[in-house]
């Protein structure tokens, strides 16, 4: 059984959101924190955005002020929340536990084009 499974993913132009979520098994959820990562065709896997248990965040540089990561502890779900999208988010989006479970789910893919 998967211990964290994304989704939400889809196609939106450029200045527009989406809302992934990621559904998390309970012991992950309670013990360690949880982060968003993006992979683009081509490139690496690289860290978007990190939530402690305490709820508190971290972004990367190059999604702060738009992208918004949360926790539900009552659904075991860790969202991110994507404000004025822009091509460059185009990716195949992960979650995972940090540190990470040694696995990697399919992901979602968020793709940005006009």
């Known amino acids: 059984q998967a211990q964290l499974v994304e989704s939400g993913g889809g196609l939106v132009q450029p200045g527009g959101s989406l809302r992934l979520s990621c559904l998390v098994s309970r012991a992950i959820f309670r013990l360690l924190p949880v982060a968003w990562y993006r992979q683009a065709p081509g490139n690496q896997r690289e860290f978007v955005t990190r939530?402690?248990?305490?709820?508190?965040?971290s972004y990367t540089d190059s999604v702060k002020d738009r992208f918004t990561i949360s926790r539900d502890n009552a659904k075991n779900t860790v969202y991110l929340q994507m404000n004025s999208l822009k091509p460059e988010d185009t990716a195949v989006y992960y979650c995972n536990s940090i540190p990470n479970t040694g696995s990697w789910g399919q992901g979602t893919q968020v793709t940005v084009s006009s």
């Open positions: 939530i402690d248990t305490d709820g508190r965040p």
